[in-house]
């Protein structure tokens, strides 16, 4: 994603989404995050561009309908199959991992406990060539 890129980031806390834009921009100026805090409002966004993400982060645990509900959402519509989604939450339960794989996910990353971290796994995520990935390969962590 070495061109301008948008990314979707949903969660549920104020402070990890400012957080996360931060970091984003301290990672790649050309990269503009549109944060969302509700479910709902995130798939509205998708299901009426412009903008087209080019990667979608989603926090796990969310009221009413969380990151994995979203996920399955997400990957029903063909449309959204060139958008990588990036679970991106505080658990690491091995559960969590396989259902995510299992839903379509692309990425899992354990949520960073530093700013330093953080920005390492945005930085990862966005130097990814999504383009060149199996389309069904998954991918644990950052390297």
Request: proline share 6%.
């Amino acid at each position: 994603m070495n061109t301008e890129a948008i990314v979707f980031y949903l969660d549920d806390d104020q402070e990890d989404l400012l957080f996360f834009k931060d970091a984003a921009s301290l990672v790649a100026k050309e990269v503009e995050v549109k944060t969302r805090m509700n479910s709902d409002e995130l798939l509205h966004d998708l299901h009426n561009p412009p903008p087209v993400p080019s990667a979608i982060f989603l926090d796990i645990n969310m009221p009413k309908r969380n990151g994995l509900d979203v996920l399955t959402s997400i990957r029903n519509r063909s449309e959204f199959d060139h958008i990588p989604v990036i679970i991106f939450t505080t658990s690491n339960s091995p559960d969590v991992i396989d259902k995510s794989k299992q839903l379509g996910a692309n990425l899992f990353i354990t949520k960073p406990t530093n700013f330093s971290d953080l920005k390492k796994a945005i930085k990862y995520t966005l130097d990814l060539d999504w383009k060149t990935l199996v389309q069904d390969q998954f991918l644990y962590g950052v390297n």
